[in-house]
């Protein structure tokens, strides 16, 4: 059972425009969600987290909005950049557990000039 | 600071051969583990570490030990290497603390293939 789910393997948008990625949880006990982005042939590098009792986060053109009702998170991009083109993963954690992520599948981005 | 680094970079594997994976970070993290990534796939946690002595099994352990005597290393090895471990392997640290104590510091991959 696939307790974090990225439904959307592939994403393309314009350059400029709003992109957003969404994920969905099954575990209504994770305390904390994050997204990590990974380019080819490098390890991933985190990007921007969100705690389980805020709704909204946002850092520079990233920003997190958490539905903990839907049991889902999205990340929105804005202006998107073709350096924005990755692969975005969803992850989520226990505070008890801190460090141990569950991760979604991905999602590929790519940004065209 | 060179973060977490993660030795080979790439390594092929005769079926029944093992190796050790290596893994040493310089932030002074307690926790640290490992992740095995396939095509198409996310990242599954293998085994992982909150402290120096300590060690537990993650969602898909077999076929693998850890061990962690210090609080910088934490190798990976593959007992009896089959094709079903090829995979691209991640090694990450982070606090167990603090503030962003949730964010994992990742190595940059080691690609291993067994034939």
């Known amino acids: 059972d696939q307790q974090v789910k990225q439904n959307s393997p592939s994403l393309s948008v314009q350059e400029g425009r709003i992109s957003i990625l969404n994920c969905d949880y099954t575990n209504s006990m994770f305390d904390y969600f994050l997204w990590y982005k990974k380019y080819p042939a490098e390890g991933p590098t985190f990007l921007i987290s969100i705690s389980s009792i805020k709704d909204k986060n946002e850092d520079g053109r990233f920003t997190v909005f958490l539905n903990k009702s839907a049991k889902h998170l999205s990340l929105h991009i804005v202006p998107s950049q073709p350096g924005d083109s990755a692969v975005y993963f969803c992850?989520?954690?226990?505070?008890?557990?801190?460090?141990?992520?569950?991760f979604g599948d991905g999602t590929t981005l790519t940004v065209k000039p | 600071n060179a973060g977490v680094t993660q030795t080979p970079k790439f390594q092929v594997l005769k079926t029944g051969q093992s190796m050790t994976l290596q893994c040493a970070q310089d932030m002074n993290h307690e926790y640290m583990s490992w992740y095995r990534q396939d095509p198409g796939m996310g990242l599954r946690l293998i085994h992982y570490s909150v402290g120096a002595g300590i060690t537990d099994q993650g969602e898909v352990p077999n076929g693998y030990n850890v061990s962690r005597s210090t609080t910088e290393d934490f190798p990976l090895r593959l007992l009896s290497a089959a094709p079903s471990q090829t995979s691209v392997y991640f090694c990450?640290?982070?606090?167990?603390?603090?503030?962003?104590?949730?964010?994992?510091?990742f190595g940059p991959g080691t690609r291993l293939t067994v034939l």
């Open positions: 990450a640290s982070s606090r167990l603390s603090g503030a962003d104590y949730n964010e994992q510091f």
């Open positions: 992850a989520a954690g226990y505070d008890t557990n801190a460090g141990k992520s569950t």
